[in-house]
């Protein structure tokens, strides 16, 4: 299949980025007006365009192009050197590998020296909250009088770990997790370059699964297009992630809204024999209490729900949401979403759910 769909549909400009709206009109911004920082610093989640934003900038603030409003234009001298990754003028450090005051003190060294090409030296400093104390400490002295010819982009997953020293020499920008639905646009239109048939139901359930990453729901898009043959059903990813089916769902559903205990104990017991991963069961049924509610709060919600959801689901859902007033559906939502939180330190990865389940099911609301 050759290039993993995340590299491959990597963007390569402000306009192909996704969400983080906020940060790309003030970077662009910046570019026009020519006014740059030299610190910045780039923090959230993982997969969520730190670093390809980090790059795009490194080329805007270097492209040759006569208009500030098609910056970069990929195609110019610099563009294409920083695409390629083939000048000394982009330095790309991964902080996690490269923690020590060694690399730090080089690069203070090579900071000084003037661009071979570019107007600006940019360094990307990848996962910057692993550095060593003194490696921090000797970048934050490169940080107060960083020479006007470089850029810092300082990108973190932990901005808890970063020194309010550095954070206040830069300017700070939070990406925030890329929402379901744009994660459903974004796989939509990669679906189509690739010429796959994806059904809907499929890039739903994995834009549920990948948390806000864009990249975990491109790997898993590629996983799933990799497995199947030609068209990629749900039941292809339902295996592929241990995804609970439908009906499987829709009878746990059923069992929490009546209070039977049995039924739901029956459901976990037999689907952790199946492979099924609790940590998307979790979700999914998460998700189908949150429709739930929505449907009971406002009736055009359907309509809504329609554009993804096939039909027969929707209607069993519609059905549901008749069953259930509001304040059941707040107490069920709350003990599910408190529970999912001990997923991580269970060591019986069912008991969770199980215990869950029967505080729902045991309580009468
Ligand atoms: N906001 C986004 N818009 C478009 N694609 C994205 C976005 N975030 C992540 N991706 C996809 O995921 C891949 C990895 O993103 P990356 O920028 O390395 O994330 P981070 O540095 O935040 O971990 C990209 O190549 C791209 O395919
Ligand atoms: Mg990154
Ligand atoms: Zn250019």
Do not use: W
Request: net charge neutral.
């Amino acid at each position: 299949m050759g290039q993993v769909l995340y590299r491959k549909y990597r963007p390569q400009n402000f306009e192909e980025i996704v969400g983080q709206k906020g940060v790309v009109d003030v970077l662009k911004r910046s570019i026009e007006i020519d006014r740059i920082s030299h610190a910045y610093l780039f923090s959230g989640p993982a997969g969520t365009g730190k670093t390809t934003l980090a790059r795009i900038f490194a080329r805007a603030v270097n492209c040759l192009s006569k208009s500030d409003f098609d910056k970069p234009c990929n195609k110019c001298e610099h563009c294409l050197e920083f695409l390629s990754q083939k000048t000394l003028d982009l330095v790309e450090i991964d902080a996690a590998s490269s923690r020590g005051i060694d690399e730090i003190r080089s690069l203070r060294e090579g900071i000084r020296a003037l661009p071979f090409k570019a107007k600006y030296k940019v360094y990307i400093i990848d996962e910057v909250h692993m550095l060593t104390k003194e490696a921090f400490n000797a970048l934050l002295k490169t940080l107060e009088e960083p020479p006007a010819h470089v850029i810092f982009i300082l990108a973190t997953t932990e901005i808890d770990k970063v020194l309010e020293t550095i954070i206040s020499r830069t300017q700070h920008f939070e990406f925030r997790k890329i929402s379901e639905e744009d994660i459903q646009k974004a796989l939509l239109i990669i679906a189509k370059k690739e010429k796959s048939k994806v059904d809907p139901e499929v890039i739903n359930i994995i834009s549920v699964l990948a948390e806000g990453s864009l990249r975990d729901a491109e790997s898993m898009l590629d996983q799933a297009l990799s497995a199947a043959s030609q068209e990629i059903s749900t039941d292809d990813i339902r295996k592929l992630f241990g995804v609970p089916t439908r009906t499987l769902l829709q009878d746990m559903t059923r069992a929490l809204i009546t209070g039977d205990s049995k039924t739901a104990l029956k459901i976990i017991h037999e689907s952790t024999g199946e492979g099924i991963d609790h940590k998307a069961f979790f979700k999914l049924l998460i998700r189908d209490f949150r429709f739930l509610l929505y449907l009971n709060i406002d009736q055009d919600f359907e309509k809504e729900l329609s554009k993804f959801l096939p039909k027969t689901e929707l209607d069993s859902l519609v059905k549901f949401a008749k069953e259930c007033n509001i304040k059941k559906i707040e107490y069920i939502l709350n003990v599910l979403n408190n529970n999912y939180q001990l997923l991580k330190l269970a060591y019986l990865p069912q008991l969770p759910l199980e215990l869950a389940v029967l505080k729902i099911t045991t309580k009468t609301v």
